[in-house]
């Protein structure tokens, strides 16, 4: 009884904080973090012999990083019943598109130099790269139509559509790490599993099953899309 | 076997003298942790694993302005050493536990007089620096002066028999020492192969030291093999065997991805690697990218080991 009563208290709390009008920048800046630490060893030779080659591999691993985040956003908010927590989703989301365009630009404006045919060849003959670039069109594609107006304009259905391609995109985003390191290594496995993982609970939140389990325990927020 | 090395990689008189006078300066850094060593740590210090090796310089690239050797902290810091981890910082973060004190190395095979050396006897073979260039197959590259002697003089001292036609080379396999080991990224010992010409060719060396010491411990300590004119991971690190056999032996990243990493493994600009194009390279400390060489710029002393060969379909 009485922990029940503290888990209530507690989530009251984090409610309030996350609703609080510092929140949004809160999270801002800390999703900032990683890009001004990458900027700020690139600066002072702290990305090792290679930089360049590091500075592609930190972005790319931050943009993946920030998907999985944003796609763990929906799960966290119904497995801790903090509505508030979707407020910071689109936000997140955002900052995946974000990291992964800079890992694009790293590549294509410092590693290759704007060499646009070698970027092509690279594009359509090496299958990471295909499938990198199709995860990286996904999310420019997202992040174009995340405003309140695209909403409107595509209506909420269509909206909702388009945007379930982010599951395509976080896919492709982990297969790209899997794809590109050589021999098995166990860290792009662990990317794919807690893809898988959030891929998991999203499926098991809205089979017949939990609704027949949870019935009456909870509400399903079946409006997701919202911030 | 005699193969003349083209003069132009052969190091003139007057550009040794620079090398000489910097290893003078090793030798009083050498000189000066000998003198501390006194202090009660001689037996740690002491001794050939902690000696600078003193080599003339017998071959570098001709323009050494093109091919800048890379600075020491670069080539020691970043490499692939998956025995310490797959990251390029892992193997001189992680290294540190392999002992190559005592260390053995069993020459066997399709050989007349098999023999095991110590690396004390390996190091009493007449020592070369030779400043390489080294091309990794992930599209970068480094220039490098290593310490060794020809493969070709070791395998001399085992006489290679008539049926003799490769050379297999494996490396140490003790996960204790090598933790890497314990995950599967790929089958364990690591191993290479040459064909016995190639072994043979004076371009091919064993090396025991690099920048005038002997190898650090990430750099495939205390031998490791070096074909510069084939990408990096042919030259296999920490050597404990050499057997000379009559068919190809198994390579390690060959048996991991065979559609990706072929036997030969020549550096060959116009055969693509699935996931990087070899049309180019950045050196390592480079801005821009520069274009591979075939052969990696060897092609004169190596080419004629392959003529009418498809190099395609031998990749």
């Not at chain 2, 005699?2 to 090398?19: F, H, N, W």
């Amino acid at each position: 009884m009485a922990t029940g009563l503290r888990a209530i208290g507690l989530r009251a709390t984090i409610s309030t904080a996350l609703m609080s009008r510092w929140a949004k920048p809160a999270v801002f800046v800390a999703a900032l973090l990683p890009m001004a630490w990458t900027f700020w060893l690139a600066g002072t030779g702290g990305l090792g012999a290679e930089p360049i080659a590091e500075g592609v591999r930190q972005t790319g691993l931050w943009a993946l990083r920030f998907l999985l985040i944003a796609l763990a956003v929906t799960p966290l908010r119904q497995l801790t019943r903090v509505p508030a927590l979707a407020r910071f989703r689109r936000m997140i989301g955002l900052f995946a598109f974000a990291y992964a365009l800079l890992h694009v630009l790293t590549y294509v404006g410092i590693d290759q130099f704007f060499d646009w045919g070698a970027v092509w060849k690279d594009i359509v003959k090496r299958p990471y790269i295909t499938v990198g670039m199709g995860a990286f069109v996904i999310l420019t594609a997202l992040a174009a139509t995340s405003t309140n107006g695209m909403v409107k304009r595509l209506g909420g259905r269509r909206w909702r559509a388009l945007h379930k391609t982010v599951f395509a995109a976080g896919l492709a985003g982990c297969f790209h790490y899997v794809m590109l390191v050589k021999g098995w290594q166990i860290p792009p496995f662990v990317y794919l599993a807690v893809f898988g993982g959030l891929v998991a609970l999203r499926l098991a939140w809205t089979s017949p099953w939990r609704i027949a389990v949870g019935a009456g325990r909870q509400p399903i927020f079946s409006r997701s899309g919202g911030d | 076997m005699l193969l003349k090395v083209r003069a132009a990689s052969e190091a003139r008189e007057d550009e040794v003298t620079p090398r000489a006078l910097f290893l003078s300066r090793r030798s009083v850094i050498a000189g000066g942790a000998a003198a501390l060593a006194v202090g009660g740590m001689a037996p740690l210090l002491s001794g050939p694993a902690f000696a600078a090796l003193d080599a003339k310089t017998t071959i570098q690239p001709p323009d050494a302005k093109l091919d800048a050797v890379t600075p020491q902290k670069s080539a020691t810091t970043y490499n692939n050493f998956y025995e310490f981890g797959t990251g390029k910082t892992d193997p001189s973060e992680y290294a540190g536990t392999l002992k190559t004190r005592p260390w053995e190395v069993v020459v066997d095979g399709e050989v007349g007089k098999p023999m095991t050396f110590g690396i004390e006897d390996l190091l009493k073979f007449p020592l070369e620096e030779r400043i390489y260039r080294l091309r990794c197959v992930e599209a970068w590259s480094m220039v490098i002066p290593w310490v060794g002697f020809p493969l070709a003089e070791l395998l001399k001292r085992v006489e290679p028999t008539g049926s003799a036609k490769y050379v297999a080379f494996r490396t140490l396999h003790d996960p204790a020492q090598m933790p890497g080991q314990r995950l599967g990224v790929l089958n364990w010992p690591y191993t290479e192969g040459l064909r016995l010409d190639e072994a043979m060719h004076p371009l091919a060396i064993l090396a025991v030291g690099m920048y005038g010491d002997v190898l650090p411990n990430q750099s495939g300590a205390p031998i490791r093999l070096v074909v510069p004119w084939k990408y990096g991971f042919k030259s296999i690190k920490s050597i404990v065997r050499i057997t000379v056999t009559k068919d190809q032996p198994p390579t390690a990243w060959n048996r991991s991805q065979p559609f990706e990493y072929g036997f030969y493994a020549n550096v060959n600009p116009d055969v693509d690697h699935p996931r990087w194009s070899q049309a180019n390279e950045r050196r390592v400390g480079d801005f821009f990218r520069r274009k591979t060489l075939a052969f990696n710029g060897y092609g004169e002393e190596v080419a004629s080991l392959y003529s009418g060969m498809d190099l395609r379909k031998y990749f």
